[in-house]
């Protein structure tokens, strides 16, 4: 008979468990109370259970509270937040208008919109300018919807 070597460790330690329970039993170290004590010092388990239901209570209350004055800490990170990026967009809104105004154009793109304009399709603008059909596309995706005629 061939038993795989995890079931015999597992018989062991069972084996081994079972041995110190009974050692112990029979030393009067096993603390073993009778069935329906619920404490060792005689409180009635429901006076327990209430001692346990205030003390979850006040943890409660405590951890509401932190996370209460957290929450407006955060609130008014946000709000600070929200300042400084309404600072940065007028700051940098008068510095880069003048540059996306002088953009360059491109002559290909300035033919592709011109064809698009006149009311060519992606195919025939392909014909006309010997570009493939994804390039077309991505330049007409690329323009802006403020330059269209």
């Known amino acids: 008979m061939n038993v795989p070597l995890p079931y015999v460790l597992l018989f062991a330690g069972v084996v081994i468990l079972v041995f110190t329970l009974l050692r112990r039993r029979r030393q009067g ?3 073993v109370r009778p069935l329906g004590s619920f404490d060792a010092d005689g409180r009635d388990p429901r006076q327990e259970l209430e001692h346990l239901l205030i003390e ?20 008014q990170l946000l709000l600070d937040c929200d300042k400084k990026k309404a600072e940065l967009e007028a ?5 880069t208008s003048p540059a996306h105004a002088s953009r360059p154009s491109n002559p290909l793109h300035d ?5 698009r304009d006149a009311g060519q399709d992606v195919a025939a603008i392909c014909r006309a300018t010997g570009l493939e059909k994804g390039e077309v596309e991505l330049i007409l995706g ?8």
């Open 142 to 149: 690329l323009r802006d919807p403020k330059e269209i005629r």
């Open 56 to 75: 979850i209570q006040d943890l409660s209350r405590d951890h509401i509270a932190r996370l209460d004055s957290k929450i407006r800490l955060l609130n």
């Open 111 to 115: 033919q592709v919109y011109g064809l």
């Open 29 to 31: 170290s096993l603390d």
């Open 91 to 95: 700051l940098l809104g008068k510095s």
